[in-house]
C-alpha cells in the first residue's frame, strides 16, 4: 500500500488490505518511529523504578568471594599485640603515639574475635562549636577523639586539650563498668562543647552488611515514608528514617552515626584512631597536647588494610537460634509477633534486601533528646547538617542498630548506658518512643517473651 492509500484510510477510521479485508482501526500502526520512541519511555519509567532499579543494582554488586589466604593474613593482624616501634609497622612508629587499645581483638571480643566490647573499652569523642566571634572571623566546629592511652605522658591527652575550661588529668582517662556520664566535679560542661563515648559495635555480618545496595537501604527510607503519611524524618515521634547521603551520593552504612560507607574505610579509620596506625586511607591522630608531632611514615600498607577487610569479611553473620527448650521455643516464638505487633519492626526491619535477619533498616533515626551527642572519629572542620548530601548527622541521630547478635552484646545503645535489653528499649525517646511505651504496656509474661526472642538473636 502507498503513503496515499494509508493516509485515506486513516481518514476514514479503518484499514483496507490489499484483499479488500477490514481490520481494526489503530492509529499507530505503520508508525515506526512513534512506536520506537514509546517503547523507550516504557522501558526507561519501567527502569526508574524502584523495584527495577533494586533489580539492577543487585545484578551490578555482589559480595566479593572471600580470599582464605588474605583472610588468615588478616587475622594474624586483628589479633596481633602492637607496640611502639612495632616490627609489622613497616617504616611507622607503630602503636600510637595515642591510642585506646594495642589490639583490635582487646575490644572486638565479645561473643569471639570480631564482636562487640564492654563499657569498659569506650571511645570518647568530642565537638567544639565556636562562638559567635569565632563564627565571625570563618572558625568552625572541631570534632575528633580524646584517647585513653599513650606511648608516653608527653603525649597523654586529656579533656583539658579539648576546651582550656576542662580539667588536664594526668593519668589516662578511665571508664568504669557502670555507666557514668561524662561531668567534672559535678560541673556542667563549657559552652559549645559536647563530649560522649562510643561502645565497641560488633562486627559479624559486616561483609554481607557492605555487599547491601545503596537502593536497599534507600528503599527503606521511602518505603517508611510512604507508610507514614509522606512524614520526613525530621519526624520528632513517626519512625521515619533517612539514609545519610555523602557529598558524592554514595550511602552511609557503618559506624553509630551510619557515618562510614565502605567495610574497608571502616578498617582503616579504625586502625587509625583505635591503634594510632596511619595508613595510606587515614592518618594517625595527631596528639591533642603535641600538634607537631610528625610521625615516621605510615603504620600498615594498602595490603595490610586489606586484610584486615578480608578477615572482617570471612567472619561469619549472627544466626537466630531456636530454643531446644520447647518452653523458651514457645516463648521466644511468641516475642518475635509481638515484636512486630509493638512496632519494633518499624526502624528493625527484619531483611534488607537479600540481607536476611539483620533487623536493621540501616537508616538514622531521630531518637529523643536525651541521646543527643556529636562527634566523629575525623578532626576535620565539622559541617553542620542540612538534610542535603554530605551533611552529617544531627545529635539526636542515630542509625538504626543491627540486632543480629544482639544476645551478647551488652551493654546496649551506643554509649553502653543501658546494661540490659529491657534498660535499652525503655531509654528510646523521639521516633522510638511509641514502641517503647507499648514494650513498658505489655503484661510482664509478654514483655519475658519478647526479651526471649531478642536472645534467639546470638553470634556465630
Known amino acids: 500500500m502507498n503513503r496515499q492509500g494509508s493516509r485515506a484510510a486513516l481518514s476514514h477510521g479503518k484499514k483496507q488490505s490489499e484483499v479488500g479485508t477490514t481490520i481494526p482501526f489503530n492509529p499507530y500502526a505503520g508508525n515506526f518511529m512513534f512506536q520506537r520512541r514509546l517503547i523507550l519511555v516504557a522501558l526507561a519509567s519501567l527502569m526508574a523504578s524502584p523495584a527495577a532499579y533494586r533489580c539492577y543494582d543487585r545484578l551490578m554488586t555482589?559480595?566479593?568471594?572471600?580470599?582464605?589466604?588474605?583472610?588468615?593474613?588478616?587475622?594474624?593482624?586483628?589479633?596481633?599485640?602492637?607496640?611502639?616501634?612495632?616490627?609489622?609497622?613497616?617504616?611507622?612508629?607503630?602503636?600510637?603515639?595515642?591510642?585506646?587499645?594495642?589490639?583490635?581483638?582487646?575490644?572486638?571480643?565479645?561473643?569471639?574475635?570480631?564482636?562487640?566490647?564492654?563499657?569498659?573499652?569506650?571511645?570518647?569523642?568530642?565537638?567544639?562549636?565556636?562562638?559567635v566571634s569565632e563564627m565571625a572571623a570563618g572558625g568552625k566546629a572541631r570534632q575528633g577523639v580524646v584517647h585513653t592511652q599513650a606511648?608516653?605522658?608527653?603525649?597523654?591527652?586529656?579533656?583539658?586539650?579539648?576546651?582550656?575550661?576542662?580539667?588536664?588529668?594526668?593519668?589516662?582517662?578511665?571508664?568504669?563498668?557502670?555507666?557514668?556520664?561524662?561531668?567534672?566535679?559535678?560541673?556542667s560542661l563549657p559552652r559549645g562543647v559536647d563530649l560522649s563515648q562510643r561502645n565497641t559495635p560488633a562486627l559479624f555480618g559486616a561483609g554481607l552488611i557492605d555487599a547491601i545496595p545503596d537502593s536497599d537501604i534507600i528503599a527503606n527510607e521511602r518505603a517508611q515514608r510512604l507508610k507514614w503519611g509522606l512524614a520526613t524524618s525530621q519526624s520528632k515521634d513517626l519512625p521515619v528514617g533517612r539514609a545519610l547521603r555523602m557529598a558524592d551520593g554514595r550511602i552511609g552504612r557503618f559506624g553509630w552515626k551510619a557515618q562510614t560507607v565502605r567495610l574497608a574505610d571502616f578498617v582503616r579509620a579504625a586502625c587509625a584512631n583505635e591503634l594510632g596506625l596511619g595508613n595510606p586511607g587515614q592518618a594517625q591522630p595527631q596528639p591533642l597536647g603535641f600538634p607537631s608531632y610528625q610521625p615516621r611514615g605510615l603504620d600498615l600498607t594498602d595490603a595490610?588494610?586489606?586484610?584486615?577487610?578480608?578477615?572482617?569479611?570471612?567472619?561469619?553473620?549472627?544466626?537466630?537460634?531456636?530454643?531446644?527448650?520447647?518452653?523458651?521455643?514457645?516463648?521466644?516464638?511468641?516475642?518475635?509477633?509481638?515484636?512486630?505487633?509493638?512496632?519494633?519492626?518499624h526502624c528493625h526491619v527484619a531483611d534488607v534486601g537479600n540481607v536476611r535477619g539483620m533487623y536493621s533498616d540501616l537508616l538514622l533515626h531521630d531518637m529523643g533528646q536525651e541521646t543527643e551527642a556529636g562527634g566523629n572519629y575525623t578532626d576535620q572542620p565539622l559541617e553542620e547538617p542540612a538534610f542535603k548530601p554530605g551533611s552529617g548527622p544531627f545529635p539526636a541521630e542515630w542509625r538504626t542498630p543491627p540486632l543480629w547478635g544482639v544476645a551478647r552484646s551488652a551493654p546496649y545503645m551506643h554509649d553502653g548506658r543501658a546494661v540490659n535489653l529491657e534498660h535499652a528499649i525503655s531509654m528510646h525517646g523521639g521516633q522510638g518512643a511509641k514502641s517503647a511505651h507499648n514494650y513498658a504496656s505489655l503484661p510482664v509474661d509478654e514483655q519475658a517473651q519478647v526479651i526471649a526472642f531478642l536472645m534467639t538473636l546470638d553470634t556465630p
Open 304 to 345: 595490610q588494610c586489606d586484610q584486615l577487610t578480608q578477615f572482617i569479611v570471612s567472619l561469619p553473620r549472627p544466626v537466630e537460634r531456636t530454643p531446644l527448650d520447647a518452653d523458651l521455643h514457645r516463648k521466644a516464638r511468641a516475642g518475635k509477633s509481638l515484636f512486630a505487633r509493638i512496632g519494633c519492626t
Open 62 to 131: 555482589k559480595a566479593p568471594p572471600v580470599d582464605a589466604a588474605m583472610a588468615q593474613e588478616g587475622k594474624v593482624l586483628f589479633d596481633h599485640e602492637w607496640t611502639p616501634n612495632d616490627p609489622l609497622a613497616g617504616g611507622g612508629d607503630g602503636l600510637g603515639p595515642v591510642f585506646n587499645a594495642n589490639s583490635c581483638v582487646a575490644c572486638h571480643r565479645q561473643g569471639g574475635g570480631g564482636g562487640g566490647g564492654p563499657r569498659e573499652n569506650n571511645v570518647h569523642v568530642f565537638t567544639v562549636r565556636p562562638n
Open 151 to 187: 606511648v608516653g605522658p608527653t603525649f597523654q591527652e586529656s579533656f583539658g586539650h579539648v576546651h582550656p575550661e576542662m580539667p588536664i588529668h594526668v593519668l589516662p582517662i578511665s571508664v568504669g563498668p557502670v555507666f557514668q556520664p561524662i561531668t567534672f566535679s559535678g560541673n
